[in-house]
């Protein structure tokens, strides 16, 4: 799939790098020069410096070609323009958009342009959303060739619970893409310490959800 990810940030990085690593095509879109500098020298994805509330960013991004766009800076207003940038005049199909503000979440889907809304204080399904029986896992969105971004929390039996994320033996092709925490997002090290509650954002490869259950 061709991505565009707007915001390169923590979430924003973890979740191209996860991406990358499937085999999508990935373009960065993000305002801070040095940041930009590092995501280039970090990542194969294509970097465009701009904010991405304006035509230009995203006409270098090819954005008439894209699948996905996915607006993850810390600006909910931002993140509500580049999606409607996106849907309404370069007809990208789908569009995803953080809110840190739970109550920007129905008045994004509101004023239109926006296709699926995820808010770090409460991730939230929506059309293509699909709960799994195990209830502590959620699908935010289902990829063409098959992988899924999901939701996973950590309960007190999960056996993923109090393990560094470099001790878990991941399915191949499956990314730990980011930690919701206390309504914080983190980005994930090596040393980091799942704790119970936890939600964590995963790249999923085909089939392997049930592999993902038992590390997990």
């Known amino acids: 799939m061709n991505i565009i990810i707007v915001g390169g940030g923590g979430i924003g990085y973890s979740l191209a790098r996860a991406l990358l690593a499937n085999k999508h095509q990935v373009t960065i879109i993000e305002h801070q020069p ?47 323009i580049a999606c409607q940038l996106a849907n ?5 199909p789908h569009t995803i958009a953080r809110v840190r503000n739970p109550q920007n979440k129905e008045l994004f889907k509101k004023l239109g342009g926006v296709t699926t809304v995820v808010c770090t204080t409460s991730i939230i399904s929506s059309t293509i959303e699909e709960e799994v029986p195990t209830n502590d896992t ?43 925490r206390k309504d914080q997002a ?15 954002l995963l790249l999923v490869a085909p089939g392997k959800r049930e592999l993902l259950k038992k590390v997990i």
């Open 186 to 200: 983190i980005y994930p090290h090596s040393e980091t310490i799942l704790e119970i509650n936890d939600r964590v």
């Open 34 to 80: 040095e940041r930009c500098k590092e995501l280039v020298k970090e990542l194969s994805a294509t970097v465009i410096g701009d904010d991405g509330t304006g035509f230009h960013a995203f006409e270098d991004a090819d954005a008439e070609d894209a699948d996905v766009v996915i607006a993850l800076t810390g600006q909910d207003e931002d993140n509500l």
């Open 138 to 180: 959620i699908t935010l969105l289902t990829l063409k060739e098959g992988a899924s971004i999901i939701e996973k929390e950590i309960k007190e039996n999960s056996p993923g619970r109090n393990r560094r994320v470099a001790d878990i033996l991941l399915p191949k092709k499956c990314a730990i893409v980011s930690i919701i």
């Open 88 to 92: 309404h005049h370069f007809q990208v």
